[in-house]
């Protein structure tokens, strides 16, 4: 509705918008918001890159033979019998002593003693091969159990002598395969977008602070709508929001063409790459506009910077639980909760984007779009309502007043 002497919701919420969304962008602390991120992303890929090195220095986990030079001579005869066909799956067997007649093993010696094998055994083989001794840690001795076992019956003569060969007839996919893989890319996809998100959308908190320490939002709300102005804050940083990532997404790929970053790869989603990315650049906004307004609606009645402080760990901690939330109900598609997901505006968005990558249709992202946005106009008209009643004190304007604001709003002089 249009008043005399004042703009319309929508003219006062592009004012706004382009007014915020320029002073930000041009602001000496926008720098710092577009660096911060990349800080931790450059510490990630020297840390990765570093590990990597690391990792490829370390020789692979050994086992070590303690046993008679029989017994040794056979196991290592029926490992390299068998290695052609089981490969990596086999362990490395190492000579650690050969125990003389009457000679009793201490393994747990030798694991303790980093001078043998430089310290790289990760279990060690005692006793006979017909009765062999597995020593080691727990994890290390589930993970060699059944191949300690194969390769000592093969070396006492109850091991198969002849391997057949398999032959391979390998698919491109399969259902099951294919389906786990999507679960895979909709994880991802929730969770790239709950970090934007999370990173995003708290910085609406402090957005009205300022115009309220300086009575400005009072001479805004006499000059237009309330509507306008929470809309305009909204789609100023929405907008902001978009050119951080746009900074991000280039870097990222500039490092990841570098090799200091490794970006996995994912399996196509159901709706394709190019509808997915099209639904998560809508489904960010829209997560963005549904949690921001409610962030506006509650930053809007803080009186204090330390009061602003205060709130954002309760609402780091409301947007985790909306985070679980859709994750959990990922997991049970076509179940009551993944139907409530869906249908909670604040979930709604990382639920049905999970749903674009292991399902196919269009229809229900449309109607899901057009539902989150309905609750983006409810959440603004009630968080603007509540702000004129708990903190607009003052009355209306003069036209004067309201003019001359938006005379310097559009930038005229």
Do not use: C
Request: no cysteine; aromatic share 8%.
């Amino acid at each position: 509705m249009i008043h005399k002497g004042r703009l319309s919701t929508l003219a006062g919420a592009f004012v706004v918008a382009r007014r915020d969304f320029v002073a930000i962008l041009w602001s000496r602390s926008f720098i710092f918001f577009l660096l911060g991120p990349l800080f931790p992303l450059f510490v990630g890929a020297m840390a990765g890159s570093i590990g990597a090195h690391v990792e490829n220095a370390v020789d692979t986990p050994q086992i070590g033979l303690m046993m008679a030079g029989e017994d040794i001579d056979a196991m290592l005869t029926a490992r390299h019998a068998l290695e052609p066909a089981l490969r990596d799956d086999l362990p490395d067997l190492v000579v650690v002593a050969r125990l003389h007649p009457g000679e009793k093993p201490d393994p747990r010696a030798a694991l303790a003693d980093k001078s043998i094998n430089g310290g790289n055994l990760s279990a060690i083989i005692s006793g006979t091969a017909k009765a062999p001794v597995l020593t080691g840690t727990p994890g290390r001795l589930a993970a060699w159990q059944g191949a300690v076992s194969l390769i000592a019956a093969r070396a006492t003569g109850h091991g198969p002598d002849v391997l057949p060969d398999v032959a391979l007839a390998p698919t491109a996919t399969s259902t099951a395969a294919q389906a786990h893989n999507r679960v895979l890319t909709a994880q991802g996809g929730q969770t790239l977008l709950f970090l934007l998100t999370m990173l995003l959308a708290g910085m609406v908190l402090s957005n009205l602070m300022e115009e309220k320490g300086n009575k400005v939002i009072e001479i805004l709300a006499a000059a237009i709508p309330m509507e306008s102005v929470f809309f305009g804050k909204l789609f100023a940083m929405l907008a902001i929001s978009f050119v951080g990532i746009g900074v991000w997404a280039v870097s990222g790929a500039t490092l990841s063409m570098a090799g200091w970053v490794h970006i996995p790869e994912l399996v196509t989603p159901a709706v394709g790459w190019p509808l997915f990315i099209a639904l998560g650049v809508a489904y960010f906004a829209m997560a963005y506009l549904v949690l921001g307004s409610i962030f506006l609606a509650i930053g809007s009645m803080a009186n204090s910077v330390r009061e602003i402080q205060t709130l954002n760990m309760p609402v780091t901690m409301g947007q985790l639980m909306v985070f679980f939330f859709a994750s959990y109900a990922m997991a049970r598609p076509g179940s009551a909760i993944e139907i409530a997901a869906m249908v909670v505006p604040f979930s709604s968005p990382f639920a049905m984007l999970a749903r674009a990558a292991m399902q196919e249709g269009l229809w229900p992202h449309l109607a899901a779009l057009g539902w989150q946005a309905l609750w983006v106009a409810i959440f603004v008209r009630g968080g603007a309502a509540l702000f004129r009643k708990r903190v607009m004190k003052s009355g209306p304007q003069g036209t004067g007043q309201k003019r001359g604001l938006i005379a310097a709003l559009m930038g005229k002089k």
